[in-house]
Nanobody, 123 residues
Framework: QVQLVESGGGLVQAGGSLTLSCAASGDTFSNYAMGWFRQAPGKEREFVAVISQSGDDTPYADSVKGRFTISRDNAKKTMYLQMNNLKPEDTAVYYC????????????????WGQGTQVTVSS
């Protein structure tokens, strides 16, 4: 098992930047594919970006491509999401997730989830 804790959320103006972190504990972090997902009020949880165990494969949602960067540091057991040029539509609770198989974009494939961190972008 792995335990996940997100941090770094907050309130930012449109056009600003934030960096989210996801710290893992428990099982060997490098065994897990990791992902960032988000959920806005009244909407379903959606894929943002995922990263393979080695970090070589990093698919992004079209809505964030070119603005967000996912990365991981296996030695520090931490995953990151650098978010630039934030837009009001990026407002959501952001969750990190882990699974032992593939860096899939489907939330249902992830076995472990953090508690989420709120990101609010004002216009």
């Amino acid at each position: 098992q792995v335990q996940l804790v997100e941090s770094g959320g907050g309130l930012v103006q449109a056009g600003g930047s934030l960096t989210l972190s996801c710290a893992a504990s428990g099982d060997t972090f490098s065994n897990y594919a990791m992902g960032w997902f988000r959920q806005a009020p009244g909407k379903e949880r959606e894929f943002v970006a995922v990263i393979s165990q080695s970090g070589d494969d990093t698919p992004y949602a079209d809505s964030v491509k070119g603005r967000f960067t996912i990365s991981r540091d296996n030695a520090k057991k931490t995953m990151y999401l650098q978010m630039n040029n934030l837009k009001p539509e990026d407002t959501a609770v952001y969750y990190c997730a882990a699974n032992l198989l593939l860096a899939t974009t489907w939330p249902i494939r992830y076995d472990y989830w953090g508690q989420g961190t709120q990101v609010t972008v004002s216009s």
